[in-house]
C-alpha cells in the first residue's frame, strides 16, 4: 500500500524523575464486563475518542510504543485547562536534538465507560509533530501505556471498534493463537524470527508498535536480509524525517505460532538509532501493517497477545508506488502538498518535486477528496495511471505516470 509511514519513538528525560504516591489507572464507570467504543482507522494507525478534563472527545492515536499521553497540539492547553511549570527534555530518535517540552499534572482522561484520575500529559511545542497534516483530520495526541495497562484490549478492524474488557475473562477463539510478550519499560516486546531471501535468519525481541505504521522496522545491521533495498521516507519523528532503506524479507515469524510471508521491512539509517554519537541497544519494530492483519487482544497483565487472522491477512505487502509523500494543510486539511519524493520513483520521473500543491488527482478536485482517498488512488495497483494537475510557485502543470512497484 502506499501510505503515511508515520514512526513515532520517544525518550523522554525528566528532571526530576516521576514519582507517585499512588499508581493512577483508568477504571470501569459501570458495572459490565466489557466496554465497546468506536475506533477510526487511518494510514493503518488506529485513533480513539479522549476527553480531557471533560472536553469533548478528542482524536488520539492508540500507540504501544509510548508510555506516558502526549499532547501535540499544544493550543490546546487553555480549552482544556491544564496547569503546567514543569519542564521536560525529550529526545526524539533520528539523532538530532533534545526539545523541551512541558508536564500536566492531575489531569483527567475519559473515554466511553473509563475514566482515569491524577493522570499525567506531555505537553510538545508547537510546531514540533502534526498528526493531523499526516492524517487528513483533527488529530491532538497520543495515549499507550497509560492506557493499555489497566485492562485487556482488544482491537477489530473490521468492525473499526475497540472492546475493554474488566478482567482476563475473555474469550479465545481456537482459531486464535496466543503470543507471549514481555513488558520491558512499560513497552510490549514479543519473540521474532527473520528469514532472508539469502536464509539468513535472525531470533531477536522486537517492539510492538500500533504507532508505527509499516510492516516493520530492524536495525540496519540485519540489512542483508533483503537482497534488494532503495532509498526510502521511513517516517516523520520528532528529530524531522526518519531516512533509510527498504527491502524484503522471505518471512517474519511472531513466538514460533504466526508466519507471515513476503514482507517489506524497512532499515533506518544508523544516526536513527544514535544519541550523542553513541548507538541506542535497538533490535526493531512489528508495526500496524502487520498488526492490523489480525483481530488481536494486549493484555499487558497476563503478558500475552491474542491474535487471530482477519480479512486483511492475504494482503501483499506493497511498496509506496508513487514515491510520493503527501500531507494535507488547510484550516479544514483539504489542501494537499507534496511532503517528500523518493529519488528514481514513478513520481520522481514525472518532474514532481517537494512543495508542489495537487490540484486535482485523476480528475478528482483538492475542493472534493480527501487525504485517505488520495492514499487509495496511489495504492490500487502496480500500472494505473496517474495523472496530477499541479502548483509551483504561481505556475500550474499537468503530469503522468504509472504505478509500479520498485521493491
Not at 485492562?151 to 481456537?174: A, C, E, K
Not at 536495525?219 to 519523528?237: A, M, V, W
Request: negative net charge.
Amino acid at each position: 500500500m502506499d501510505f503515511r509511514k508515520i514512526l513515532l519513538i520517544i525518550y523522554i528525560l525528566l528532571t526530576p524523575p516521576i514519582t507517585f504516591a499512588s499508581d493512577p489507572v483508568f477504571e470501569f464507570d459501570r458495572d459490565r464486563r466489557k466496554i465497546k467504543i468506536p475506533i477510526r482507522v487511518s494510514q493503518n494507525l488506529v485513533v480513539v475518542p479522549l476527553s480531557i478534563n471533560d472536553s469533548p472527545p478528542l482524536n488520539f492515536i492508540l500507540d504501544t510504543g509510548i508510555r506516558t499521553t502526549i499532547l501535540t497540539e499544544p493550543l490546546m492547553t487553555q480549552m482544556l485547562d491544564l496547569d503546567y511549570n514543569e519542564r521536560i527534555y525529550i529526545f526524539g530518535l533520528g539523532g538530532e536534538g533534545i526539545l523541551e517540552a512541558v508536564r500536566s499534572k492531575n489531569v483527567t482522561f475519559q473515554m466511553r465507560g473509563v475514566t482515569a484520575q491524577n493522570m499525567e500529559l506531555i505537553i510538545l511545542p508547537e510546531g514540533i509533530l502534526s498528526f493531523s497534516e499526516l492524517l487528513g483530520f483533527p488529530v491532538y495526541g497520543i495515549i499507550g501505556y497509560d492506557f493499555f495497562k489497566n485492562f485487556p484490549v482488544g482491537l477489530n478492524h473490521y468492525t473499526q471498534t475497540m472492546t475493554i474488557y474488566r478482567d482476563q475473562n475473555y474469550r479465545i477463539s481456537r482459531r486464535s493463537k496466543v503470543i507471549p510478550i514481555q513488558i520491558k519499560n512499560q513497552k510490549p516486546y514479543a519473540q521474532a524470527t527473520l528469514v532472508g531471501h539469502n536464509e539468513d535468519t535472525i531470533s531477536t525481541n522486537l517492539l510492538i508498535d500500533l504507532g508505527a505504521s509499516h510492516a516493520a522496522y530492524v536495525n540496519n545491521q540485519y540489512l542483508g536480509l533483503s537482497d534488494y533495498t532503495i532509498e526510502s521516507f521511513l517516517g516523520e519523528g520528532l528529530s524531522g524525517s526518519l531516512m533509510g532503506r527498504m527491502g524484503r524479507i522471505d518471512e517474519l515469524i511472531i513466538g514460533d505460532k504466526i508466519s507471515i510471508e513476503d514482507v517489506i521491512v524497512a532499515y533506518p539509517n544508523r544516526e536513527f538509532v544514535t544519541f550523542f554519537d553513541q548507538e541506542i541497544e535497538w533490535e526493531g519494530i512489528i508495526g500496524s501493517e502487520i498488526l492490523k492483519r489480525f483481530d488481536i487482544i494486549f493484555d499487558y497483565q497476563a503478558e500475552q497477545m491474542v491474535m487471530r487472522k482477519n480479512f486483511k491477512f492475504r494482503q501483499a505487502f506493497t511498496p509506496n508506488m508513487s514515491g510520493l509523500e503527501i500531507i494535507a494543510t488547510g484550516t479544514r486539511y483539504n489542501e494537499f502538498i507534496v511532503h517528500s519524493v523518493r529519488p528514481g520513483s514513478a513520481g520522481y520521473e514525472a518532474g514532481i518535486m517537494a512543495g508542489d500543491r495537487i490540484l486535482s488527482i485523476n480528475h478528482h478536485s483538492y475542493h472534493q477528496i480527501k487525504l485517505d482517498k488520495i492514499f487509495n488512488l496511489l495504492s490500487e495497483k502496480a500500472g494505473r495511471r496517474i495523472s496530477m494537475l499541479l502548483m509551483r510557485g504561481d505556475e500550474t502543470f499537468r503530469t503522468e505516470f504509472r504505478l509500479r512497484e520498485d521493491i
